[in-house]
């Protein structure tokens, strides 16, 4: 569980990696080996200062996600969920400047997303849960539920600005190696 010091800091795989790319499958069972995986999750998140980290980030296609838009803030309020189903109900609205840890060289846009979300999911303990999420967690949710559908935020550009974009990755990545 998050919090006993024993939790690990994972590798968060990038893009273009395939990883980020694949539909992930429903966790069957919440079992202590996904609490292990939840609390390392969250470890990594706050380490990276991030509000908000799928498994597929972390090379696991599975549907889980951790969150917290308190992250960096004297108000953390760590929130697990698995198996996020996702009922869009706000009005449309921008999200300003987002990011991704998965998304190299802190490149951030503005993406259209809905401004309240019905969400159902389990918890750590493997309890149905059921809450209405607005503003900022209603975006973090969204964008960490579409990681599990192998969808990143910068798919939602123009064909221009991604054409830009990943010429400026391709470029970062040879300079990588
Ligand atoms: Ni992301």
Redesign the pocket.
């Known amino acids: 569980m998050p919090g006993t010091g024993n939790d690990m800091i994972l590798d968060i795989f990038t893009y273009p990696h395939p990883v980020l790319r694949k539909i992930s499958v429903p966790v069957d069972r919440v079992d202590d080996e996904i609490r292990e995986l939840a609390a390392n999750m969250l470890e990594t998140m706050y380490a990276a200062k991030g509000v ?3 498994a597929p ?1 972390i090379g696991k296609n599975l549907r889980m996600l951790v969150m917290d838009p308190g992250s960096g803030t004297d108000e953390q309020c760590p929130k697990i969920v698995i198996n996020p189903e996702l009922e869009l109900t706000g009005a449309s609205i921008v999200s300003e400047q987002e990011g ?4 190299p060289m802190g490149y951030r846009a503005d993406v259209q997303r809905s401004s309240c979300v019905n969400l159902k999911y389990l918890d750590v303990n493997g309890n149905t849960c059921e809450e209405i999420l607005e503003g900022f967690p209603a975006i973090i949710i969204q ?2 539920n579409d ?1 599990l559908d192998g969808k ?2 910068i798919d939602k550009m123009s064909h221009l600005r991604r054409t830009l974009y990943d010429s400026k990755v391709k470029k970062w990545l040879k300079q990588q190696n």
């Not at 991704?100 to 998304?103: D, E, G, M, P, Y």
């Open positions: 908000g980290l799928a980030q991704c840890l998965s998304v964008h960490e990681h990143l935020f």
